[in-house]
């Protein structure tokens, strides 16, 4: 008998049809009860190392950091915890910087995030590098290519990228591999048997919000410096006019970190661990499945998904994607529209403003039935169903 782990989130337990996964996950209580007890009895810095609560407060840190680096089958001192995808893009994009010479090419995706392309466009008119956008990004990889940024699964229109393929290419040309693994991140194991860097963001695996991971391979860490600088980074000052980073990982971590999230994580963490990246995919898989057919049924739809994805995108005849998500969402069905911060989109696609639907392994049929209820419903705003 399957364990009803839907019960675990209480958001979903009021009432409401949460389908808009891809943009943010709930919680279960265990995170959401591990962020109170943080600042009920371990709300101390790290700084304090040489306490009690110190002691605990940095053992945690080391923990949730190992448990980073096995989730991704790599190293503790690959991992670097930031605020969120947003940040760990920035922040490699700007490191990268000292590794790119004039000349050098950069391999978007026309699916990108906003996050991942803005970032490598500022930084190539700074240093005058080329970019190139890409609906083949295998095909499109050649010896001036020096970085490939992607995403594993976009949140938009699914391209099933080939992960392997990409980045074996890309080892032929020596170049980097960017992997944004927003949404991959909770639906497919994620690696870096086929990245060089990974960058995700807490909140997308039912975690905690403000808290990230970027995570980059050893050889290329070696290679580069922390761009930000601050407290807990630096090992001491030379003189009043130089001064030498810390040889671990914290070199990365300027400031405070957000401990109270990494608190949280540690409990999402242990709930994938629980159920496995293979059963949510085998769940996805149905319930995408059904989706797919329950939405045919409903008069004028266009679907721009495959059967099977568990972001879903359609166009209604006739009607603004946003009018109908502001209509579903004032029944409590929560869903998207627009283009999901994917600016190139309309480059590469005729339409490029949906509604997208997207799964998680707590949503069931009963949710997908009421979305296509009131879809059929409509009632005066959307009466031609």
């Known amino acids: 008998m399957k364990k009803n782990y839907r019960k675990l989130f209480p958001m979903l337990n009021n009432q409401i049809v949460y389908l808009d996964n891809a943009a943010l996950t709930q919680k279960p209580i265990s995170v959401i009860n591990a962020g ?28 949730v950091r190992q448990k980073v680096a096995n989730l991704l089958n790599g190293s503790p001192n690959e991992i670097i915890f930031t605020s969120g995808t ?8 700007l490191m990268a910087k000292q590794l790119l010479n004039v000349g050098d090419e950069i391999l978007l995706s026309y699916y990108n995030h906003s996050s991942n392309i803005i970032p490598w466009l500022e930084i190539a008119k700074e ?33 099933h990228f080939d992960s392997d393929s990409i980045y074996q290419k890309a080892k032929q040309f020596n170049a980097i591999v960017v992997n944004d693994a927003a949404q991959a991140i909770a639906h497919e194991k994620v690696s870096f048997a086929n990245s060089d860097i990974i960058a995700f963001s807490t909140n997308k695996l039912y975690g905690p919000t403000g808290l990230g991971i970027l995570a ?23 003189d009043v006019n130089s001064w030498c980073k810390k040889q671990t990982i ?15 994580f540690e409990q999402a963490l242990n709930l994938i661990d629980e159920i496995t990246i293979d059963e949510i995919q085998k769940i996805n898989l149905e319930l995408a ?5 329950r939405l045919l049924t409903v008069k004028g739809i266009e679907i721009f998904s495959q ?27 929560y869903v998207r529209s627009g283009n999901f911060c ?25 949710d997908i039935n009421k979305l296509v209820k009131a879809l059929k419903e409509g009632g005066d705003f959307l009466s031609f169903i």
């Not at 290329?220 to 601050?230: E, K, M, R, T, Y």
């Not at 499945?289 to 057919?293: G, P, T, V």
């Open 36 to 63: 109170s007890q943080f600042y009920k009895k371990y709300a101390i810095s790290t700084r304090t190392s040489d306490s009690k609560l110190g002691i605990i407060v940095q053992q945690k840190v080391d923990l």
């Open 86 to 93: 947003t940040q760990s893009l920035n922040l490699f994009s």
């Open 127 to 159: 240093l005058k590098l080329q970019v190139k956008f890409s609906k083949n990004l295998v095909a499109d990889i050649n010896h001036k290519t020096k970085i490939i940024a992607y995403s594993q699964v976009t949140n938009n229109i699914d391209q």
């Open 216 to 238: 980059i391979k050893q050889d290329i860490l070696q290679s580069i410096n922390p761009v930000i600088f601050g407290g807990g980074s630096v090992e001491k000052m030379i």
């Open 250 to 264: 914290e070199a990365f971590e300027p400031g405070t970190l957000n401990l109270a999230a990494i608190w949280q």
């Open 289 to 293: 499945n059904y989706l797919y057919d």
């Open 307 to 333: 059967k099977g994805d568990f972001i879903t995108l359609f166009r209604i005849k006739n009607y603004a994607p946003q009018d109908i998500a502001s209509y579903l969402g004032h029944k409590d069905i």
């Open 342 to 366: 994917s600016k190139a989109l309309s480059f590469a696609e005729l339409e490029n403003d949906y509604v997208r639907v997207s799964l998680a392994f707590y949503n069931n049929k009963n």
